[in-house]
């Protein structure tokens, strides 16, 4: 089974960067794909972005797009998200999964394994 770890999280204000690491043990993650979700206080967890098996495509949501961007290392057995001009309204607590195949990427219905999450918090 695998156990994803997500890192990278932390305090930062408006207009700085994260970048956040997701890293896979028990197995390898190189034929999923990947997606990062989060969740804020209070509301629903809501789809970032999330990425093919190989990183040829790439998906985003509307509030991240050109700001943020996921990669991969399958080497490495990890995922990224590079955060930049982040918002207030990035705070919450984001995770990575793994997505099954011929499965719709922005619904958490699509993903298997998640991870523990980690805590973003933007200042204004």
């Known amino acids: 089974q695998v156990q994803l770890v997500e890192s990278g999280g932390g305090l930062v204000q408006a207009g700085g960067s994260l970048r956040l690491s997701c890293a896979a043990s028990g197995g390898t993650i190189s034929s999923f794909g990947m997606g990062w979700f989060r969740q804020a206080p209070g509301k629903e967890r809501e789809f970032v972005a999330a990425l093919s098996w190989n990183g040829d495509s790439t998906y985003y949501a509307d509030s991240v797009k050109g700001r943020f961007t996921i990669s991969r290392d399958n080497a490495k057995n990890t995922v990224y998200l590079q955060m930049n001009s982040l918002k207030p309204e990035d705070t919450a607590i984001y995770y990575c999964?793994?997505?099954?195949?011929?499965?719709?990427?922005?619904?958490?219905?699509?993903?298997?394994?998640w991870g523990q999450g980690t805590q973003v918090t933007v200042s204004s």
């Open positions: 999964a793994t997505k099954r195949p011929w499965s719709a990427y922005d619904r958490g219905l699509s993903y298997t394994y």
